[in-house]
C-alpha cells in the first residue's frame, strides 16, 4: 500500500533538500531535512531523505539511532521499506553481516521487495568466498565483424575495436586474444593478416548468416581461459577486462553499463542494459550456459541472458560510480534497474558500483538502430514480437 501523501510544503522540503544532495552542498540539504522531520517523523519519505543526508554526513549511525526505537524487533509487511533503510545504514557503517540478516528477513516475507534484492545483493558480495581456481593465463576477446567501415573517414571498426582491447590495463600482464568470427567464405582484409594476437573463425557452411552464429565461430576459437564479448563497432574502456577479472574472483559472470556514442565519437547517454559488449567471463561458464541461439535472430543477447538466470549462475553488472547508490534514486534515473531485479530471482545477484566516473564500454550507436529498423519493417516487427514471445514463455518475462 502506497504511504498516505505528504502535505505540499514537507514534500517540497524533501525534494529541495535531494536536489541539495545532488548538487553536492550536504550541509543545507541537511538543515531541509530537519525541517521535514519536524512536520512528519514517521513518514516513509521523510525517513528515506533522512537516511540520504545522514550517510552523506558519513553519519550512518545516526540514522541507526533514530530508525531503531521506531521498528519492531523484526521486520513487517508493513514496515519492509523501513527496515531496508536500517539494512543500508549497517551496510555504511561497515556491519554487512546485520544488513545482510535484516534483508534476509525481509525477503522471506515479501521476496518480490526489489529493494531488498538490491541490498541484499551490495551486502552479500562481502561474504562471497573468493574462489580458489583464479590461475587464468589468457583471456580472448569475441566478436562478430562483417568488416564494415566508419561511413565518413573510411577505417575498419574492427580496427578501432581491436586497438581498445591492445590498450587494455592488463595487456602487460596476461595475453590476450581476438577472436573475430566473420560469415562463411568472408575473405579478410589485407590490413588485418598477419597480426599475431588476431584469429578470424568462418562460420559453417550449414549454419545461419547472422551474429549469432559468428560469435559461436569466435568462442570456438578462442584458446583463453577467460571469454569477454565485444562488437565490432564498440570499444572497452582501458579498465574493463582487468575490473572484470576482479570480480570474476566471486562471481560467474560480469557485465555492465556502456556510454553511448555516435560515430563521431560524442557521449550521448548512458545505457544500462548488459550488452554483449560487456559480458565477460570464465570459460567454462561459457560452455555452462551454452551458446547463442541462432534461431534468434533479434534478440539473441536477450535469450542468452535468460539462459544465463535460470543457470543459477552469480551475476554482477558494473555501474558507473556517479550512478545514484540509494535504491529510490538509482530506480527512478536509471530505470533499467527495476527490471534488471526483477528477472533476477536469485538473491545474491547484483550491481558493484566500480570506481570509475566512465562506464566500462562504449557502444556505438549509429543513425538507424536497432529500434528504429524494427519499427520501419513489419517483416522485422513481427519477428521481434515472436522472438519476446519465445523469451517471455521460456523465461517468464523479458530476459535482462
Excluded at 516513509?44 to 554526513?57: F, K, Q
Excluded at 570509475?356 to 550507436?365: C, E, G, L
Aim: charged share 25%; aromatic share 10%; with cysteine.
Amino acid at each position: 500500500m502506497p504511504p498516505e501523501p505528504l502535505p505540499p510544503i514537507s514534500q517540497s522540503y524533501i525534494d529541495r533538500a535531494a536536489q541539495l544532495l545532488r548538487e553536492g552542498r550536504v550541509g543545507e540539504a541537511t538543515v531541509i531535512a530537519e525541517m521535514a522531520r519536524a512536520g512528519h517523523p514517521d513518514h516513509i519519505r521523510v525517513w528515506r531523505i533522512l537516511n540520504d543526508v545522514y550517510l552523506a554526513n558519513a553519519e550512518p549511525q545516526k540514522a541507526i539511532d533514530y530508525f531503531l526505537p521506531k521498528l519492531p524487533p523484526e521486520p513487517t509487511a508493513e514496515t519492509m521499506e523501513q527496515f531496508c533503510l536500517l539494512a543500508r545504514a549497517h551496510r555504511y557503517a561497515g556491519n554487512n553481516e546485520r544488513a545482510l540478516e535484516i534483508t534476509d528477513a525481509v525477503l522471506k516475507i515479501e521476496p518480490e521487495l526489489l529493494e531488498a534484492r538490491y541490498e541484499y545483493g551490495l551486502a552479500y558480495y562481502h561474504f562471497i568466498a573468493p574462489r580458489t581456481d583464479t590461475n587464468w593465463k589468457s583471456i580472448s576477446v569475441c566478436l562478430p565483424s562483417r568488416f564494415t567501415k566508419h561511413p565518413d573517414q573510411g577505417w575498419y571498426w574492427l580496427d578501432r575495436a581491436a586497438q581498445s582491447v591492445r590498450s587494455q590495463t592488463i595487456a602487460g600482464k596476461m595475453p590476450i586474444q581476438i577472436c573475430v568470427g566473420i560469415d562463411h567464405g568472408a575473405v579478410v582484409p589485407d590490413e588485418f593478416k598477419n597480426q599475431s594476437d588476431m584469429v578470424f573463425a568462418n562460420v559453417a557452411a550449414d549454419a545461419p548468416k547472422n551474429q549469432a552464429a559468428a560469435v559461436n565461430a569466435s568462442v570456438a576459437a578462442a584458446t583463453g581461459d577467460i571469454i569477454a564479448l565485444l562488437e565490432d563497432d564498440d570499444i572497452y574502456a582501458p579498465e574493463r577486462l582487468e575490473s572484470a577479472l576482479e570480480l570474476l574472483h566471486k562471481y560467474d559472470f560480469v557485465g555492465g553499463t556502456q556510454r553511448l556514442m555516435t560515430p563521431k565519437g560524442v557521449t550521448n547517454q548512458i545505457h544500462d542494459y548488459a550488452n554483449p559488449t560487456t559480458w565477460v567471463m570464465r570459460r567454462e561458464f561459457w560452455r555452462r550456459v551454452g551458446p547463442m541461439d541462432t534461431s534468434f535472430r533479434l534478440h539473441l543477447d536477450a535469450e542468452w541472458l535468460g539462459r544465463l538466470n535460470a543457470s543459477g549462475g552469480l551475476r554482477v553488472h558494473q555501474v558507473d560510480a556517479p550512478a545514484p547508490r540509494e535504491w529510490h534514486a538509482l530506480a527512478t534515473s536509471r530505470q533499467f534497474y527495476l527490471y534488471f531485479y526483477s528477472a533476477i530471482k536469485k538473491p545474491g545477484n547484483g550491481v558493484y558500483f566500480t570506481s570509475f566516473n566512465h562506464p566500462i564500454a562504449a557502444k556505438t550507436a549509429h543513425d538507424a538502430s536497432m529500434t528504429d529498423t524494427i519499427n520501419a519493417d513489419p517483416v522485422l516487427r513481427q519477428r521481434s514480437h515472436d522472438e519476446h514471445v519465445r523469451m517471455e514463455t521460456m523465461y517468464h518475462g523479458r530476459p535482462f
